[in-house]
């Protein structure tokens, strides 16, 4: 089984590329060069690594149909939530029409899909988890652009999988856990905002539930997480915890507080109060939930030698 991984240098593609590399042929796809990414080192065919920029709609259907992969893992977006508040025209270009661009060669060349949204396609207004039927109610320009991003993929093709995910971390990208550390380092004061809880998800382990999930075939709508759940400052406090760095202080403040451009409310672009995902559909599906991300965060120091 061929299979083709857009945004192959990020965070998830990287870890998709090592986590799949044993078991399929694997092409990554990524607008920036493969040298220096996350694809080194795997046992990648030589010329298997294609730039490409998914904006493009002839260049990702040319680059797609000459690969003719039996199925595309659409990994590659523009996450910055704050970015996207500020850059809107290029939030849309990437996450919405990129989208629809990938989904169009799929359709073309009849490979099926999975592509990877988000907890912020939901309002956070929900008092329990949110399942796979919530109706989603996007409150920011980053969940607006990843939920038109879903419609097209459900819209033009019959084999897909659409697997929302929330708070993730991981090597080869830009995440909370490295943030909190970075910080530290540099003596800042850590003021981290307590009234958003989500569930952390570690990189590594949603590439294995995505793994998972390809086997079975069973197209559809899925939340993946690992298990538990959290508010940003907690997720901080168990971070300085497991780094060993339990003198370190941190303080609680509110999303106004922290006045953001995706938490100001005359943008009318928050971010969720409340984004958990129900992960029973998953794990019906599959046997088996993913683990605590408390468990899999101290993994993570680890491999990245924090501890």
Known sequence: MKILITGSSGMLGTALCQELADAYEIIGLDVREAQGSGLKGLTVPAGRQVKCDITDQAEV???ICEISPDLVIHTAAYTDVDGCETCPDKTYQINAAGARNVALACQKCEAAAV???TDFVFNGRKAQPYIEQDKP???NTYGKSKLQGERHFSSLLVKYFIIRSSWLFGRFGKNFVDTILKLVKEGKELKVVNDQVG???YSKDLAK???NLIETSSYGYFH???GGSCSWYEFARVILKCAHLKDVKVRPITSEELNRPATRKSAASERPRMSILDNTHYIQTVGKPLRPWPDALREYLEEVKIR
């Open 61 to 63: 259907a040319r680059a």
């Open 224 to 226: 993946i997480s690992n």
């Open 115 to 117: 592509y990877i949204s």
């Open 137 to 139: 109610h996007p409150l």
């Open 209 to 211: 539930a995505i793994g």
């Open 199 to 201: 569930s952390p998800t």
